[in-house]
């Protein structure tokens, strides 16, 4: 689902555009963070990944991944949490305080100016990729032969 496609904007949608976003990115369209207070501190540790043969296999462990988490509190009362790949702890506090502003009435403004902005952005590279392995498809198809005829 887009984060376009209907109002209200599901919170999984926008915690995983967040979690998704480059740090460097997500810093630059939300410099200041809102006061807050740390419920988790940002820490790191690891998160099974799992995957699938062909969409319908038996589900296999393909190995771990880096995960950084926080939680936080709005002045408000509003609490957010982050989850992101890798460890950037600075990332998952600014994941967390965009997601516990979401729940606020500046939800609107940080949809047009951090949430969709990322996914534009993260349509283009998936167009990108997309376009670059069609052009490693090799398509493979049999010549009927006059003489079996």
Same mark, same amino acid.
Do not use: C, Y
């Given at each position: 689902?887009?984060?376009?496609?209907?109002?209200?904007?599901?919170?999984?949608?926008?915690?995983?555009? $967040?979690?998704?976003?480059?740090?460097?990115? *997500?810093?630059?369209?939300? #410099?200041? @963070? #809102?006061?807050?207070t740390? @419920?988790?501190? #940002?820490?790191?540790?690891?998160?099974?990944?799992?995957?699938?043969v062909?969409?319908?296999?038996?589900?296999?462990?393909?190995?771990?991944?880096?995960?950084? +988490?926080?939680?936080v +509190?709005l002045?408000?009362?509003?609490?957010?949490?982050?989850?992101?790949?890798?460890?950037?702890?600075?990332?998952?506090?600014?994941?967390?305080a965009?997601?516990? *502003?979401?729940?606020?009435?500046?939800?609107?403004? $940080?949809?047009? +100016?951090? @949430?969709? #902005?990322l996914?534009?952005?993260?349509g283009?590279?998936?167009?990108?990729?997309a376009?670059?392995?069609?052009?490693?498809?090799?398509?493979?198809?049999?010549?009927?032969?006059?003489?079996?005829?």
């Amino acid at each position: 689902m887009k984060m376009t496609d209907a109002p209200p904007l599901a919170r999984k949608t926008w915690m995983a555009a $967040l979690a998704k976003a480059s740090p460097v990115r *997500l810093a630059a369209l939300v #410099p200041d @963070l #809102p006061v807050h207070t740390v @419920l988790r501190q #940002p820490e790191i540790g690891a998160v099974m990944v799992r995957g699938r043969v062909g969409a319908t296999g038996a589900a296999f462990n393909l190995g771990e991944m880096t995960v950084t +988490r926080a939680s936080v +509190r709005l002045v408000s009362g509003e609490v957010g949490h982050a989850w992101v790949q890798g460890r950037d702890k600075g990332h998952a506090l600014r994941a967390a305080a965009v997601d516990a *502003l979401m729940q606020t009435d500046r939800a609107s403004d $940080l949809m047009s +100016r951090v @949430l969709q #902005p990322l996914e534009a952005e993260a349509g283009a590279a998936r167009a990108i990729r997309a376009a670059k392995a069609a052009g490693t498809k090799v398509d493979f198809f049999t010549m009927v032969r006059g003489e079996d005829e």
